[in-house]
């Protein structure tokens, strides 16, 4: 019995930082939001992860997100192009992120 107390104490220990590092930041319900809202009719996921992604890093990814927004004529702000770019880089892309 105390082994498997052991092992569950252990697994919770080292779960607990893996699933709170995988957590959106506090800002990606916003941007969850605005890319449910306007996005995802037409992306599904495999957008994200084809081979032939044009996202290669932090900057190209809301260079992205700005230019869709633009063609969807959403006129976002810069701060909701940021929230985006930031939702689907802890979904999808995990690149670094460069604040310029």
Known sequence: MTKRWMFALLSVCFWIPAIANAQPSRDTPR????????????????????????????????????????????????????????YLNVLHYHYPEHVQ
């Not at 044009?54 to 976002?76: M, P, R, Y």
């Open 31 to 86: 941007g969850e939001l605005l890319y449910s809202t306007y996005c995802i009719a037409c992306h599904s996921e495999q957008i994200h992860w084809r081979d032939k992604k044009i996202a290669k890093d932090w900057a190209s990814l809301k260079a992205q997100v700005s230019h869709w927004q633009e063609v969807a004529g959403l006129a976002w702000s810069d701060d909701d192009v940021v929230v985006v770019a930031r």
